[in-house]
């Protein structure tokens, strides 16, 4: 069930009091809104985060989306409508969400752009005044279309690229982009996950849209911070438009919402190169530290070939809702530790969650059991607790040669199989999988997890 929208409205209306008084004088406005790219990279990662079972069973639908197809072809809509009813049961609106979905060249390097039709600022039910929301936020808030039935958001997908995968089971070729996955991608950047920040060859970064004489901030940018804390959009000490503020939008930077830092623990690092590449910087999760893999791999701002993301991750989740979203994550404060049950193996001392999820030929899905273990190691069964099938172990080299935590994982088997490594305390999550069929091969990975103390 979608969960009652947490109550941060006073919070937000105080930051927008804060950086820009004048903001609640504003009048109701609407424009075109700014765009961003999900770019390739040339390898096969062999990745594959599904979407996890609590999501993957049969759900009504909590939110409508209606897709106008421009110039796709019949199988990409297939995998299209996949990625839709993702995230038709993962968020909720009172309004149907319209998309607009263009099947047509793009730069090379670009595999899909992707951003609000229109923002909407002073709309009956926005939340905060003088800011700017996505087209489906507003409307989801206001409980009206906005558009009057036009496209709330446009998605754009390269025509020229011989190599899509256009399968809806996320397993590509290693010489294959998955569809299912950039589509999931470049929806979450029309429900929101844009900001308006750009740095100019000089050095000079600045924020905001809106016509003239009028800058204001999209609700993303509210919640995105400099590295010692300093909000993006607290111009006594990052005035816009200035080198300081440039200089911080090319160096780290975070998004702190309350929401997704009571879920993960942590404020969420972004992509901050030291370039600025539009479209790419800012709007994205970093793609260093969620690298192919990660189950909050989804929103970095590159795909590699073979690298699949079914699960749009609870840390886009909890972001999602910092904006307005009600969504089915489980966001706000979590234990601090590890709990243990016949379905999840702690280790270290309770710091690492175990869990592996499994899916047999007839399609079958189950959970693993845990049958015993020690403080560095879990041994699983799948089907029968007289049949052991997997152990995991997680290693702490944290005084050694790599400085991180380990993780090595050996199963009997040849079932589809999803191992998930969760670090509690750091809120970082390792995903390991098996394919159907496939023989399992050994895990020893000696860079899981740079979280040291």
Same mark, same amino acid.
């Given at each position: ?123 009956? +039910?926005?939340?905060?005044? =003088?800011?700017?929301? #996505? /087209? !489906? ?5 206001? %409980?009206?279309? @906005?558009? &009057? ?40 950047? +029309?429900?929101?996950?844009? =900001?308006?920040?750009? #740095? /100019? !060859? ?5 924020? %905001?849209?809106? @016509?003239? &004489? ?240």
């Amino acid at each position: 069930m979608i969960r009652p929208k947490r109550q941060v409205v006073a919070g937000l209306m105080l930051l927008a009091l804060v950086f820009a008084p004048a903001f609640v004088l504003a009048a109701a406005e609407r424009q075109a809104a700014p765009q961003t790219v999900l770019r390739i990279q040339n390898f096969s990662a062999g990745t594959h985060v599904r979407l996890r079972p609590a999501f993957d069973r049969p759900r009504p639908k909590s939110a409508d989306f209606v897709v106008t197809y421009i110039g796709f072809p019949s199988a990409a809509r297939v995998a299209f409508q996949r990625a839709v009813d993702i995230w038709s049961t993962l968020i909720s609106s009172p309004v149907a969400i319209r998309i607009e979905a263009r099947w047509q060249p793009l730069d090379p390097d670009v595999l899909g752009s992707a951003g609000a039709a229109f923002i909407n600022r002073d709309f009956p +039910g926005a939340t905060v005044p =003088g800011t700017f929301f #996505v /087209d !489906a936020l507003a409307d989801a808030l206001g %409980g009206v279309d @906005l558009g &009057g039935g036009a496209a709330d958001i446009i998605a754009n997908f390269n025509s020229t690229f011989p190599n899509w995968y256009f399968g809806t089971n996320g397993n590509p070729a290693a010489t294959e982009f998955d569809l299912v996955t950039v589509v999931l991608h470049e929806i979450a950047h +029309g429900l929101g996950m844009t =900001g308006s920040v750009n #740095v /100019d !060859a000089s050095g000079l970064g600045f924020w %905001g849209l809106g @016509l003239v &004489g009028t800058t204001l901030p999209l609700i993303y940018d509210v919640f995105t911070e400099a590295l010692d804390g300093t909000a993006v959009l607290d111009t006594t000490s990052l005035p816009n438009p200035s080198t300081l503020l440039g200089d911080a939008l090319t160096d780290r930077l975070f998004f702190g919402g309350p929401q997704a830092l009571g879920a993960l623990g942590q404020r969420v690092e972004l992509y901050a190169p030291p370039t600025f590449l539009l479209g790419s910087s800012y709007s994205h999760f970093d793609e260093a530290l969620f690298p192919p893999g990660d189950a909050n791999a989804l929103m970095t701002p590159f795909l590699a070939l073979d690298e699949v993301i079914h699960d749009p991750g609870d840390q886009l989740l909890c972001l999602l809702e910092d904006l307005g979203w009600q969504t089915i994550a489980d966001c706000g404060p979590q234990p601090a530790t590890c709990v243990a049950s016949d379905v999840a193996f702690c280790l270290q001392g309770g710091r690492f969650r175990v869990e592996v999820g499994w899916r047999t030929f007839d399609g079958t899905p189950g959970v693993a059991r845990a049958v015993t273990g020690s403080q560095d190691s879990a041994l699983f069964y799948f089907f029968n607790p007289n049949n052991w099938e997997m152990l995991v172990k997680v290693l702490d080299n944290c005084n050694g040669n790599t400085n991180r935590f380990w993780v090595f994982a050996a199963a009997t088997t040849n079932v589809e199989y999803t191992l998930q490594v969760t670090d509690t305390q750091s809120g970082q999550v390792r995903t390991y999988f098996n394919p159907l069929g496939v023989s399992a091969s050994a895990i020893t990975d000696t860079s899981a997890f740079a979280t040291c103390p």
